[in-house]
């Protein structure tokens, strides 16, 4: 049992105090699986602070799931996967060479299955629940984040194919896992992900023998640390672009990435999984950043003072001047005075034009450097963006195609204009003249700003979705 439930302000739950939830109101506007996982989620010696704001946060976490698992059937039925004549995948489909980020996927989930039923069987929910909810954020900030393109607009239909597979066993694994904790939400889900399983699958996720055995023929640990480091790799990059202040859409020409031990597994996949996320051109695996550092030794008086004396000022002369030798053993000669590890603070400065980031080992370095091309190319992934918001503000389907016009683009951005409509399912684009508003029947209209300055844009529907 629990120690006491208190209200959400930390007291003990009284009407006169405003603080006291009924149990039949708190189940009408919480949801009971929405109490479940608050409850799952608490320590047991500890008060558990009941409320609606805790009530919202438990909500916002399964939020995330059901966001998973709408895009799943949304694009599965666009996609009309599985086939509906009859066929289930078969066993050669299913047992298809995946793409490492897929292998990836599968692993945790043949890890979330093994962790959740052992912390259940020693009857600690809070552990389940934690890893159901790092299994959630890895599904849905990693692998469906770098994998969205695949499950749309992919004509490599094997590929997309294998998408849909591996995000379907996913998520079975996942709401099998999780049923015991959320058996409500669980079922809805079961009752679309069973139409893509096979045959003999039960009616009820509650009928589904546990993952643990189905799965663990996806476990792949080395694989899982190498992408845990990629992860690492893309953090570290995108904190050196906020300290830099280089939005996420501005495209960089490279980025070097020295990783402990200097080896990557399934090296040319995850560094393209990176360069892509980081949105840069290139990613070159170095074996440190010692080439793309300026080094300063900078002598710590306080420990040199006494023993040298005189000599100080050559040694701090020699420092500024960057007269120095690393040796082997840690040591800094500077002239002709050698100081100990303790003596000296090795400073590691990026060089012009660059930024550092080290974390356990890893190093990111990622070039700062803009090219007009570069800018061009940030300010046409920006206009991308703001035409698929204007999509959804204008309640297009996934497939309706559009027709677009943009006011104010400079002529670099505008040579970048067919790639914008590929994405955004334009089948016309035009320039509106300049100065000139753009008129006609149902258009929606928006405003950007872009680096080089804001522009006007509008898109229309030109035919809805095909119904299936």
């Known amino acids: 049992g629990y120690a006491l439930v208190f209200g959400e302000d930390g007291r003990q739950m ?35 602070l009941f409320g609606w704001h805790a009530a919202d ?47 990836w996927i599968l692993s945790r989930a043949a890890g979330l299955a093994a962790a959740v039923e052992e912390r259940l069987a020693d009857y600690d929910t809070l552990g389940a629940t934690r890893h159901l909810d790092q299994f959630i954020d890895d599904l849905s900030t990693w692998y469906l984040r770098l994998s ?33 904790i959320l058996p409500f939400l ?15 699958a039960p009616d ?58 200097g080896e990557l597994p399934e090296r040319e996949v995850l560094l393209g999984l990176i360069r892509d996320d980081v949105n840069v051109r290139d990613v070159e695996l170095i074996d440190d950043e010692s080439a793309l550092v300026e080094r300063r030794v900078k002598p710590l008086l306080p420990k040199i003072g006494r023993r040298l004396g005189p000599q100080i000022p050559a040694v701090m002369a020699a420092a500024r001047e960057g007269a120095f030798e690393l040796n082997a053993d840690g040591s800094v000669t500077l002239g002709e005075v050698t100081l100990m590890p303790d003596e000296v603070e090795i400073l590691a400065m990026p060089r012009p034009g660059t930024a550092v980031a080290h974390d356990q080992g890893l190093v990111v370095v990622i070039d700062t450097e803009l090219t007009p091309e570069l800018r061009a190319e940030g300010d046409a992934r920006e206009l991308q963006r703001a035409v698929q918001e204007l999509r959804r503000t204008a309640g ?41 508003a ?15 300055g804001p522009a006007t844009i509008a898109i229309r529907r030109v035919r809805a979705a095909t119904p299936r």
């Open 14 to 48: 009284h009407k006169s105090w405003g603080n006291a939830i009924e149990f039949d109101e708190a189940a009408d506007r919480m949801g009971v699986d929405v109490m479940r996982w608050m409850f799952a989620r608490a320590r047991p010696e500890e008060n558990i």
């Open 57 to 103: 946060e438990a909500r916002r976490g399964l939020l995330v799931l059901w966001n998973v698992y709408k895009f799943f059937v949304d694009y599965a039925r666009l996609a009309g996967w599985p086939e509906r004549d009859g066929a289930q995948p078969s066993a050669e489909a299913a047992n298809r060479a995946r793409s490492p980020m897929d292998r």
């Open 148 to 180: 969205r393109r695949r499950f749309s607009r992919n004509a490599d239909i094997p590929d997309r194919t294998a998408a849909f597979e591996t995000l379907h066993a996913a998520l079975v694994g996942l709401v099998t896992a999780a049923a015991p």
């Open 186 to 200: 669980s079922e809805a889900m079961w009752a679309n992900l069973r139409a893509a399983s096979h045959a003999a």
């Open 204 to 261: 009820s996720v509650h009928l589904l023998p546990w993952p643990t055995a189905a799965l663990a023929a996806h476990r792949d640990v080395a694989l899982e640390t190498a992408m845990s480091t990629a992860r690492r790799a893309v953090d570290l990059a995108r904190t050196l672009r906020g300290t830099a202040g280089l939005k996420t859409r501005q495209p960089l020409a490279r980025m070097w990435l020295a990783v402990p031990g």
């Open 396 to 436: 297009l389907a996934l497939d309706d195609r559009i027709e677009l016009w943009v006011d104010g683009l400079s002529d670099a951005v505008a040579a970048l204009l067919p790639a914008v409509a590929r994405e955004t399912l334009a089948d016309l684009v035009e320039r509106a003249e300049a100065g000139r």
């Open 438 to 452: 753009i008129e006609g029947d149902g258009l929606v209209r928006g405003q950007v700003d872009l680096e080089a």
